[in-house]
């Protein structure tokens, strides 16, 4: 099983920026996605942004187009989650996932299965 440890979240007024760490521990299969997802309280776990681990191929949820980035850096095996021009509606648990297939709408945010990291807090607020 791989483990998924995210870093970076915080709290950040509008406009501001964060960047999110996720490093994982053991192998992700080639052909494999790594994702990041949110969940607000009272909202789905939603996927933001996912990257390919095999070419590098990105997409993201609508709404983060344009603010956020997704990338790799395969030789930490960390996937960054690069987010500008923060909204209050950003304010969300962020969680790092990976799979050979994401959804864009999930029921694993928070519960601790495998694959899943346990998540890092992110707050938009002036």
């Known amino acids: 099983q791989v483990q998924l440890v995210e870093s970076g979240g915080g709290l950040v007024q509008p406009g501001g920026s964060l960047r999110l760490a996720c490093v994982a521990s053991?192998?992700?299969?080639?052909?494999?996605?790594i994702g990041w997802y949110r969940q607000a309280p009272g909202r789905q776990c939603e996927s933001v942004a996912t990257i390919a681990v095999t070419g590098g191929g990105t997409a993201y949820e609508p709404s983060v187009k344009g603010r956020f980035s997704i990338a790799r850096d395969v030789a930490k095996n960390t996937v960054y989650l690069e987010m500008n021009n923060l909204r209050p509606d950003d304010t969300a648990m962020y969680y790092c996932?990976?799979?050979?297939?994401?959804?864009?709408?999930?029921?694993?945010?928070?519960?601790?299965?495998?694959?899943w990291g346990r998540g890092t807090q992110v707050t938009v607020s002036s």
């Open positions: 996932t990976t799979g050979g297939a994401l959804l864009s709408i999930s029921e694993s945010c928070g519960k601790g299965y495998d694959n």
């Open positions: 053991g192998i992700i299969p080639s052909g494999h996605l």
